[in-house]
């Protein structure tokens, strides 16, 4: 069964810090990947999303950056983070038809809280 | 671009009553998805809806899809306290462009008084 883990489950950061946030996918090949964050425990924002190995789609123009190195890896990065930037930061996968589109259902990680102070 | 509104935006219920959350999209959808999301969890997905005029149910859930591919729907027969959390619509657009990703609704957050 497909699994996805996401880590750390929380963090706090000072402004102006980095961040590097991982989320890696098991049991499945060749997902689409996806970073939101949610601010208030309300919706959902999609960042940036991913249909393979280098392939990175930004949503939202931000001091943020992704990347996928591995098939099932992908990470959410920042050189300095600012106060706006806490929230809910959650990963999902999506299973993906090779050289077409699924419209599959998305299963979440379990999210990093981040708090900037 | 596409937007997906939910109305309302916060229910409180008393335990037994029924509960309804609607879902309007700006675009026809190729299909809408709802998730429910418990307090400090995750999204988990509910149930995909494709076809116009679908109608779906899952135990006390009823789901529909409407007949123009713009609006869905999910009532709740006799809430009860596991039905607590924020229950999300989403759909990618039917008009081709980039089709991997899904717009979400703001979410309603239902609570139930016991």
């Known amino acids: 069964s497909q699994t996805i883990h996401q880590w750390p489950a929380t963090l706090v950061q000072p402004v102006g810090s980095p961040l590097s946030l991982e989320c890696t996918v098991e049991?499945?090949?060749?997902?689409?990947l996806y970073w939101y964050r949610q601010a208030a425990g309300r919706g959902l924002q999609l960042l940036f999303y991913?249909?393979?190995?280098?392939?990175i789609s930004s949503e939202v123009p931000q001091n943020l950056s992704a990347s996928r190195p591995q098939d099932r890896q992908f990470i959410l990065s920042s050189k300095k983070l600012l106060l706006s930037d806490s929230g809910f930061y959650l990963c999902?996968?999506?299973?993906?038809?090779?050289?077409?589109?699924?419209?599959?259902?998305?299963?979440f990680g379990p999210g990093t809280r981040l708090t900037v102070l | 671009g596409q937007q997906v509104m939910q109305i309302p935006q916060y229910q409180h219920v008393q335990e037994g009553e029924d509960f309804t959350t609607y879902c309007n999209s700006s675009t026809t959808l190729s299909n809408i998805q709802w998730y429910k999301q418990r307090p400090g969890g995750h999204p988990v997905f509910l149930i995909q809806l494709v076809k116009s005029g679908e109608v779906k149910k899952q135990k006390r859930l009823t789901f529909q899809f409407g007949e123009a591919k713009k609006n869905s729907s999910l009532h709740i027969t006799a809430t009860q306290t596991t039905d607590v959390g924020t229950y999300f619509c989403a759909g990618p657009p039917s008009n081709g462009g980039s089709n991997y990703k899904l717009t979400f609704g703001k979410g309603t957050l239902l609570t139930v008084n016991p």
């Open positions: 999902a996968w999506e299973g993906g038809l090779a050289g077409g589109h699924s419209y599959n259902e998305q299963f």
């Open positions: 991913s249909v393979g190995i280098g392939q």
């Open positions: 049991g499945t090949s060749n997902p689409n």
